[in-house]
């Protein structure tokens, strides 16, 4: 295992919330000099400065609503208490409605060196939809305003399968997507969770969502076009020019290597145990302020749990598992454990192996679920 560890920040503040997100976020901005203060201390309080990094994520939330000064104190803080390796990758989440070319060139300054952006669309129909801050003409400025700053390694966020969008609509944001030549893409489906505004329209029956045929149409279709347009699909919801463009610090999750996350509801892993932080953030700030850690609870991974994550994360890239190294760690044989699986994935060319590694095709990829949980079947 990797000896570099990763630290993910969660920002957790947005200006508004978007109809389709549950994830942990709120509007009282005036909490973020606090929240930035207690982030301080829990970094210094966790930290080894033995400790390898080589990647470093802000993500939210929105943290692009954080200061430069905030986040240069951050980063300064990590470097600090941890052993920051020289090629290490920043990167920071950016709503294009938050930001301007001043912004991100300080960015650049204070050591950011990879953007996502969340375009999410460049149809201002979809875009209102959503309920996003932007428009689509403020994300082609973020965008084009990133480059124009110096940012060469640049993700885009695009979301598909709204409820009224068809095939065409999700092209031309494709199209206009690679006008602009990212160096890595992710093309999200629209999911409606049940506590959203977007979850209780369904439930009221007010939208109707494409179904899962249509998805996978849809699913299908980006994929044939990214790749033939020299884009790798390397992970279910992931695309890049090349390995190099490659999400460092995403990729480091899908191989299960450690990482510290550090903020309100973020995540940690060691290898062993994940713990996980309050929620609310209040609660995270006043036990830091009273000397604790903020971490709400833990688990240890049991074999089982390590052998289903492992399917389940490495089923999601494109280069598959590596049968041999499951074996070795489980002391298991894969080929034979799994055989009644194996057969109707391989019979109806869901799956194939290549070498050691065992991977999903692109039609498997769309079966993902049904097919993890199979194994996970066979494992509990
Ligand atoms: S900006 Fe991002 S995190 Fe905030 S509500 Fe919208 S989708 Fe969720």
Same mark, same amino acid.
């Given at each position: 295992?990797?000896?570099? #560890?990763?630290?993910?920040?969660?920002?957790?503040?947005?200006?508004?919330?978007?109809?389709?997100?549950?994830?942990?976020?709120?509007?009282?901005?005036?909490?973020?000099?606090?929240?930035?203060?207690?982030?301080?201390?829990?970094?210094?309080?966790?930290?080894?400065?033995?400790?390898?990094?080589?990647?470093?994520?802000?993500?939210?939330?929105?943290?692009?609503?954080?200061?430069?000064?905030?986040?240069?104190?951050?980063?300064?803080?990590?470097?600090?208490?941890?052993?920051?390796?020289?090629?290490?990758?920043?990167?920071?989440?950016?709503?294009?409605?938050?930001?301007?070319?001043?912004?991100?060139?300080?960015?650049?300054?204070?050591?950011?060196?990879?953007?996502?952006?969340?375009?999410?669309?460049?149809?201002?129909?979809?875009?209102?939809?959503?309920?996003?801050?932007?428009?689509?003409?403020?994300?082609?400025?973020?965008?084009?305003?990133?480059?124009?700053?110096?940012?060469?390694?640049?993700?885009?966020?695009?979301?598909?399968?709204?409820?009224?969008?068809?095939?065409?609509?999700?092209?031309?944001?494709? #199209?206009?997507?690679?006008?602009?030549?990212? /160096?890595?893409?992710?093309?999200?489906?629209?999911?409606?969770?049940?506590?959203? /505004?977007?979850?209780?329209?369904?439930?009221?029956?007010?939208?109707? /969502?494409?179904?899962?045929?249509?998805?996978?149409?849809?699913?299908?279709?980006?994929?044939?076009?990214?790749?033939?347009?020299?884009?790798?699909?390397?992970?279910?919801?992931?695309?890049? #020019?090349?390995?190099?463009?490659?999400?460092?610090?995403?990729?480091?999750?899908?191989?299960?290597?450690?990482?510290?996350?550090?903020?309100?509801?973020?995540?940690?892993?060691?290898?062993?145990?994940?713990?996980?932080?309050?929620?609310?953030?209040?609660?995270?700030?006043?036990?830091?302020?009273?000397?604790?850690?903020?971490?709400?609870?833990?688990?240890?991974?049991?074999?089982?749990?390590?052998?289903?994550?492992?399917?389940?994360?490495?089923?999601?890239?494109?280069?598959?598992?590596?049968?041999?190294?499951?074996?070795?760690?489980?002391?298991?044989?894969?080929?034979?454990?799994?055989?009644?699986?194996?057969?109707?994935?391989?019979?109806?060319?869901?799956?194939?192996?290549?070498?050691?590694?065992?991977?999903?095709?692109?039609?498997?990829?769309?079966?993902?679920?049904?097919?993890?949980?199979?194994?996970?079947?066979?494992?509990?």
């Amino acid at each position: 295992m990797s000896d570099q #560890k990763s630290i993910y920040i969660h920002v957790p503040f947005c200006l508004k919330k978007c109809v389709y997100c549950d994830f942990y976020s709120q509007t009282h901005l005036s909490l973020i000099p606090d929240y930035v203060n207690s982030l301080q201390k829990e970094i210094k309080k966790r930290s080894s400065s033995k400790e390898k990094i080589n990647t470093i994520y802000f993500g939210g939330g929105t943290p692009s609503l954080l200061s430069i000064k905030d986040i240069e104190i951050l980063l300064q803080t990590i470097g600090e208490n941890f052993s920051v390796l020289q090629d290490v990758e920043i990167t920071l989440e950016v709503n294009p409605g938050t930001v301007d070319f001043n912004y991100l060139s300080q960015l650049k300054k204070v050591g950011i060196n990879r953007l996502s952006i969340g375009a999410q669309s460049f149809n201002d129909d979809k875009l209102k939809f959503l309920k996003r801050i932007h428009t689509a003409e403020q994300a082609i400025n973020a965008i084009d305003d990133a480059g124009k700053a110096g940012f060469d390694n640049i993700s885009m966020d695009l979301i598909y399968g709204l409820p009224f969008e068809t095939q065409n609509i999700w092209l031309e944001d494709l #199209k206009q997507a690679l006008k602009m030549a990212p /160096p890595h893409l992710s093309c999200y489906m629209l999911t409606i969770e049940p506590d959203t /505004p977007l979850g209780e329209r369904f439930k009221k029956g007010l939208i109707s /969502p494409l179904d899962s045929m249509a998805m996978s149409i849809f699913f299908k279709k980006t994929s044939r076009f990214l790749t033939s347009n020299k884009y790798e699909h390397y992970e279910i919801s992931n695309f890049s #020019k090349g390995r190099q463009n490659r999400s460092k610090h995403n990729s480091k999750y899908w191989n299960m290597t450690p990482y510290y996350g550090f903020g309100p509801a973020a995540h940690s892993y060691d290898g062993k145990t994940r713990c996980w932080n309050h929620q609310s953030i209040d609660t995270y700030i006043k036990k830091l302020a009273s000397g604790s850690l903020p971490v709400e609870a833990s688990e240890t991974l049991t074999r089982e749990q390590k052998m289903i994550e492992m399917i389940m994360l490495r089923l999601r890239t494109f280069e598959g598992l590596d049968v041999e190294k499951f074996q070795n760690l489980f002391c298991v044989s894969f080929k034979k454990q799994f055989s009644d699986i194996l057969k109707p994935v391989l019979d109806e060319s869901l799956g194939c192996f290549k070498g050691c590694r065992f991977g999903l095709t692109l039609e498997g990829k769309v079966r993902l679920n049904s097919i993890v949980e199979a194994f996970a079947g066979k494992i509990l």
